[in-house]
């Protein structure tokens, strides 16, 4: 069966520093892949998505960025951190286009 | 754009009630697809159900099903028999495709089963 691992859970990071986040995918071979971002009291923004290695999509203008560079290894990114990119960021991944997406468990993000 | 509205913040029923949660919907696309997911308080997003834009018939999922008016452009959710452990955030979500395959969701309705 497929499993969806994405790390670390939880991680405070002051303002101006760097952020990697990971999201690995098992058990399935050339998955969608996406970035969602919820913020306190909202819904899921999706921030980027992928079909295929090095294939990223960004819906969002920000100071964020992804990379695909293995077929089942999703990274979110940032230079420089800025107050308002705390948050829940979940990674996900379907089968295909218009496919069901399932969720990772999620990583919170606090800047201080 | 694609819009989602769920009007109800937070919903409370009691145990083995049934609860409908609404959902509206703006997408000029005339093929499309509806999800409801489910957030618990491990913040875990959990698909519950999905709609076909093009099926009629609604889907349903054991005690979970849907009322879809693609007309009215309502994707309502019916609990019934609710349980403790339905007790999340749920939120609805449209995924009607075009340059992006992202899902666009709405603001959820928290809702709390009482014992």
């Known amino acids: 069966s497929q499993t969806i691992h994405q790390w670390p859970a939880t991680l405070v990071q002051p303002v101006g520093s760097p952020l990697s986040l990971e999201c690995t995918v098992e058990g399935t071979s050339n998955p969608n892949l996406y970035w969602y971002r919820q913020a306190a009291g909202r819904g899921l923004q999706l921030l980027f998505y992928?079909?295929?290695?090095?294939?990223i999509s960004s819906e969002v203008p920000q100071n964020l960025s992804a990379s695909r560079p293995q077929d089942r290894q999703f990274i979110l990114s940032s230079k420089k951190l800025l107050l308002s990119d705390s948050g829940f960021y979940l990674c996900a991944w379907s089968e295909a286009y218009r496919r069901p997406q399932h969720f990772g468990d999620g990583t919170r993000l606090s800047i201080l | 754009a694609q819009t989602v509205t769920q009007s109800q913040p937070e919903m409370s029923v009691q145990e083995a009630e049934t609860v409908t949660l609404s959902c509206t919907y703006d997408t000029s696309e005339n093929n499309y697809y509806l999800f409801w997911y489910k957030q618990p308080p491990s913040r875990q997003m959990i698909l519950v159900i999905r709609?076909?834009?093009?099926?009629?018939q609604n889907a349903t999922e054991n005690r979970f099903s849907v009322n879809f008016q693609k007309a009215a452009k309502s994707f309502s959710l019916k609990i019934s028999d609710s349980q403790l452990g339905d007790t999340a955030m749920y939120f609805c979500a449209l995924n009607s495709g075009g340059g992006a395959d992202g899902l666009t969701f709405g603001k959820g309705t928290h809702l709390i089963i009482q014992p």
């Open positions: 992928s079909v295929g290695i090095g294939q």
């Open positions: 709609q076909e834009a093009y099926k009629q």
